[in-house]
């Protein structure tokens, strides 16, 4: 965990929300965690973002980020990146956010990829997951929350979604050459849909210890 001012703190334990602490939802086990809150009041090293294709920010958990980021500020940054592919993942500071860094990924819209190939938005949101952690990894972001991207907005279905990105957790987290990269993994959740979707199959993919 890369911070150490007296009010980061991000143990494997510890709640990561900024003025209150708040317990996770569900801990599932000392790496991946739930929590339902906005995610632009998490002090963690990075926080992922469903951003869209020309990082402009927009609406929806986007829009809430570069508000509370600092609008300005971020969407400069944002535009020396030069947008970013679908499935693919950048990185910015988090500026006046509580987290270190935002990792902006963009999300399959998931009628339009469904239409051009049926098993393109598997792939692309699968991407996102893994792109967004290798970014982190590569950074030395160590304590990451995923926002539940394309379940917006993009429309990809939310029970799918969230074993999707579980599963590819899992993959990326099990993976050797991953091994001690990455220490904590918190699903953000927004929705009651979500909540649900994350509450019933997490303990599916990371059975509890
Ligand atoms: N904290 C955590 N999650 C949130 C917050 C928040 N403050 N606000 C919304 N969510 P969406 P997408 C949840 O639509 O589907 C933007 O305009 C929300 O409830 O933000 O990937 C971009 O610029 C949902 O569960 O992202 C793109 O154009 C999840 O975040 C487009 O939307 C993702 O919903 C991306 O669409």
Redesign the pocket.
Known sequence: IRAATPTRTTSATSPITSQVARPPVQALNDMVSLIK????RLKVDGIVN???RALE?????????HRAAGGSQLRDACKQLGGCETGEAKITPGFDLPSERVIHTV?PVYGLEYRRDPAGPERLLRSCYRRSLEVAADRGVRSVAF??????????PNEEAAYLAADEVRLFLTAPENAGKIERVIF????DV?EEAYKEILPQIFPPT
């Open positions: 809150d906005d995610i632009t469903a951003a869209n920010g927009g609406g929806g958990v986007d829009g809430a980020i999300g926002s539940c991207v394309s379940t917006g907005i993009y429309g990809y953000c959740l927004f929705q979500d």
